[in-house]
């Protein structure tokens, strides 16, 4: 079973970055997806970018120039590089993977997920 381990949240200005990390351990299968959601207190999880193992990405539009997500491979880490923040990134952020090479930005469609990164981006 896959074990995800998210890490790099914290307070920001609007305007500013952060870089989120989520280490990946365990089981995982050669072809694969993952991705980072997010969720705001009363909103429903969503997804904010997403990359297969065979290495195509996808974005969600809110974020599309800001956010860049990535994967060392060798470490086993994903990350999301998110620069211009605004208040309205705020959120729990979380990684999540899936069996196949599927890309996709449905939370419902991952199985394994990690205890989330709270990232707060102030006025």
């Known amino acids: 079973q896959v074990r995800l381990v998210e890490s790099g949240g914290g307070s920001v200005q609007a305007g500013g970055s952060l870089t989120l990390s989520c280490v990946v351990s365990g089981y995982t299968y050669s072809r694969n997806c993952m991705g980072w959601f997010r969720q705001a207190p009363g909103k429903e999880r969503e997804g904010v970018a997403a990359?297969?193992?065979?290495?195509?990405?996808t974005y969600a539009d809110s974020v599309k120039g800001r956010f860049t997500i990535s994967k060392d491979i060798a470490k086993n880490i994903l990350y999301l590089q998110m620069s211009s923040l605004r208040p309205e990134d705020t959120a729990t952020y979380y990684c999540?993977?899936?069996?196949?090479?599927?890309?996709?930005?449905?939370?419902?469609?991952?199985?394994?997920w990690g205890q989330g990164t709270q990232v707060t981006v102030s006025s």
């Open positions: 990359r297969a193992s065979v290495g195509i990405i």
């Open positions: 999540a993977s899936k069996e196949g090479s599927y890309l996709s930005l449905i939370p419902s469609q991952y199985k394994s």
